[in-house]
């Protein structure tokens, strides 16, 4: 066996570990970076491109394999990819999906509150051809027409203001889940959601609501989001908003009453001593508390106190 | 008074005779405090709603019957909408100031009942409600149900989606009263939900019947006053039992009621220029089978529907008689608090055995029954209204909604009983420590009357 | 203690106490005359002259059909300068007093006992006459209350049935019959009995599960192992539930948060509903569109007293 070796020629091992380690992890990113500047300066476009966003945004959740995996962090199952194990999938889903910032998820992919939009519309087009080639995913991303937002409010309260509320600000669905505010989506988004049916969401198929109906829907959405409304940009307002606004109307009269009726104060005369009707006026007090006193002014003798 | 006042006074005056009756009360004295001033901004939104309403019933058409709406609404070009719908599409879009109009009699709706309810509170709290002022008081809490009442009703004419689900919800609320529950409901509505018949049924209620007794109630309210006078605040050096201390009818309280009067229909104009108070465009008619998320009352019923969301699923049959948890939270409970509101006065007056007739007011944290009642019942109140937004509590908190659900159910049990108590506590040590105050100054008043007695012998 | 020294007047409570002098005199205790201001004037005359020109305003712009915010601006203008102007004129005009009046008491020994306020009294005769029109005029009060009993239908079993019936088709909000493919996998159909379209109380919801029903789910009533129908009327205060959460299989009312769970026959597994959604008896007919062989089997809606 040999002798350990000295204290120094260890932290010089150790050092030198260190050293390559670095200098290795530079060189690779350096690598990767340059494969991506690469990518784009050679103008890799299309599915290629695709699959290079899909490894670097997707895989980690969904795997390189697209089968799905165990999610980092928050625990769970990101769901599988192919069709034939996701029977959700489908083109419109995707680009639904990643246009509306669902995925890549900002925080937590279970908490939906919250979203930021990572891909432009030519990443998300080259990732779902990506996936289609790859991953066999179905269908095309939807086209919207022109729709009539008459047609659109009466669909609307048919299928979607139990869930969405009546002007599509959204509301609570129960279980942890969250309706998201439609009125500020784009018409495609909506559109590829009534087809898609995203998460707890149901799909609507075209017996159930046409295309020609769907693009209503979304021209009612964008009508309601267009609303001028009053000078304070309020529209219609549901009971809860309108009861904070009650609160200040009931302030700013209180405030008024204050003004004009003058005496700001609770009980102007505070030190005033308490008066009683059935306790002559100046009379000792027979009892320990004021406002408890137990005498009939019948049986009271009217006492003369005052001067 | 100017010559011409004076000559117009004289013509009606001549024939009347009124001048006695008028200098009794154009000198009437009124006490000084602007809490006082509740009640009357109360009848002023009264009165703007009469007015406001009588506009409003020029155009509306108390009918379920489809119509075909032929206004400038894009939205609604053409289509066939229920008649009372459409004509307040017609209304709000197509005739020149009949949005504002809705706007302010909504507005003064919301105002009406929530100074109501404040007056109500002030009446509680200051104890205006002890003898001979009982009577006054009861008149008062009839009048604050017909009022709860009638606003329900208001806005259930509209008969837009949410107006739709209300009444649905009342129905079955009527339903679940035992054994002639189902009767009482075909009764008042018309038949098995939804009738043709609700509709013209609450417009006669809401433009008629319930306006009639409540103006009616108010001026009897009013008489009741005018007759036994106002309560005062205590003032040091006053006998408030036996004088008023204020400022006369003329020309002080009418300065500030005409400065009321003005200045509260300016704040619900700009209220009704900003806040766009029941517009109803967007969300559409009822349909049966449809609703909308976000399905709140107006908020002074959202007690109730914090107390049905709060009741758990109770639901069992004795002898043939259902009790459901609709009963208990929409008939059983509210019982117990206008019960309670009602009850209130006599139960003060047994307690503490009070006698004699009361006319100045007491600050409540004086009299511990009165302050941990008014404070429990108020705050309990509070936690049930606050119940009714759970799902938007849920949404921007991000809990989930049964989460709010459990902890408006824990809170609004266990919140108000210990505010009461730890308020009736406060109360009686205050009222103890103010004891041993004055006990202290009366042994130093009496040994100064002591010399004075002695100095004069 | 209450004390009545100082410049108070002298009365003493308990005393049954008169008004000192007739009713309505008052005695002012203080006065306070206000001191000219040409401030004070300008204020009103402005003020004044504003609310006029903005009273005007109002009904111009309105009568042109102006937009809301300008006329309704220009009233509430109006209206809350007048209300300023009004109140200083009479802070201007009038002195700001303080008054003292006598209140009338009601208990009052010396007054004459209720029985004798009237001059005419009665002259003693049997009660059993009294109480005999009291008795008829109660019941023929409460007679009157006859007409109420007009006012809506007698309850019957109404509430015991609805407009399903054995081989009536299931259709949509557009009459349209449906088959079982026209329901997207995890989707929801808001359906009605063929003929009672928006009938309330038959309103139906047909769910297409992802996974397979279970008790107490009637079997016999699923088409295809996956497609059922419940009522869609709350059976705790009657609101459409058409939420759906499609992962949680799951029906959610939106008026009180109740929550059904449709794989296990829409049992109530939150909130104040307290029986399940009664399930429609489904199955398909010759040319494969969906009917009901029966009526609901238990109480559709909330429960009657």
Redesign the interface.
Known sequence: MSAPASPTRRALLGWAVLAVSVLTLLALTREAVAQNDEAAAAGVEGAERGGLLYAQQCATCHGADGRGGPVPRYGGQAPSMWPDENPNMSAAYLDLVMSTGRMPPAESPYDNRKREVVFAAEERADIIAYMGDTFDVPGEVPRVGEGETSQGQTVWNTNCAHCHGAIGAGGVAGGGAWTPQVNDRSAQEIVEAIRVGPFQMPAFGEDQISDAEAASVAAFMAEAASEEGTPLGLTELNPVYASAFVGVLAVLMLLSLVWIGGRPRWFPDPDAAEQRPDIPAGAARKTPSASTARSNPRDAPSEDLSS | MTPLFALLFDTVDSRLGLR?GT???????FP???????GE?AVVSLVILVLTGTYLTFFYRASTEPVTYTGAL??????SVPAAYESILRLSNDV??G??FRRLHR?AS??FI??TV?HMLRILLTGAFRR?RELNYLLGIVMFTLILGEGFVGYSLIYD??AG?GI??A???A?????????V??????????TG?VIPRFFVLHVMVIPAVLIGLTGLHLAFIV???HTQ????????????????LW??Q???S??????????L?????????S??????PY?????????????FM?WL?GM????????FTVLG???????I?GLVLPGLVFGALIVYPFLEQRV?????????L??PL??PLRAGFGLGTFSAILFMSAAA????L??IT?F???GV?WFFRVTTVVAPIVLALVVTRYSQRR??R??LE?AAQ?SGE?QILAGATAARD | MSTTRGDAPNVRVGTPARAQGPAGEIEILTEEIPPPSQINDAIVIGLSIAAGICGLAFGVVLTLGGPLPLYGGALALGLLSLAYAVRRYFTDRFPEVEAIEARLQFTDPELPEPETVAEVRAVGRRPVLRWALIGSATTLGVGLLAPISTLGPRAGNQLGSTAWRRGTRVVSTDGEPIRPEDIAPGGVLYVWPEGAVNNEFSSTILVRLATAPEEPTNFDWVVDDRVAAYSRVCTHAGCPVNLYREQDEALFCPCHQSTFDVVRGCIPTFGPAARALPQLPLDTDDEGYLVATDDFADQVGPARG
């Open positions: 006695p200098k009794k009360s154009l000198n009437k004295v000084h405090h602007w809490s006082f001033l509740l901004t894009e939205l609604y070009a053409g289509r020149p100031g949005l504002l507005g919301h105002l929530a100074t404040l001979p989606s949410l689900t649905r919800i129905y079955s609320t339903l679940a009263l035992p054994i002639v529950g189902q009767q409901a075909f009764w008042v509505f018309g038949g098995q939900f939804p018949e007759r036994q006078r605040f205590p003032k040091r050096g006053v006998d408030g039992h036996a004088y008023i201390l204020g400022k006369p020309p002080s009418f300065a500030e005409a400065t009321l009067v003005l200045w509260m229909g300016g704040l104009t700009a209220a009704a220029v900003l806040i766009p108070w517009d109803v465009a967007l969300s559409g349909v049966p089978g449809e609703v909308g998320n976000n399905a709140q009352p107006d908020w959202f529907d049905l969301r709060m009741v758990p699923a109770i639901e008689v259902t009790i459901n948890a609709l009963f939270a503490y055995r009070l006698r004699g007739d009361w006319h100045v007491q600050n004086d009299i937004t759970s799902d938007q849920s949404r991000g989930p909604i049964e659900l009222l103890a103010r004891d004055v009366e009496s």
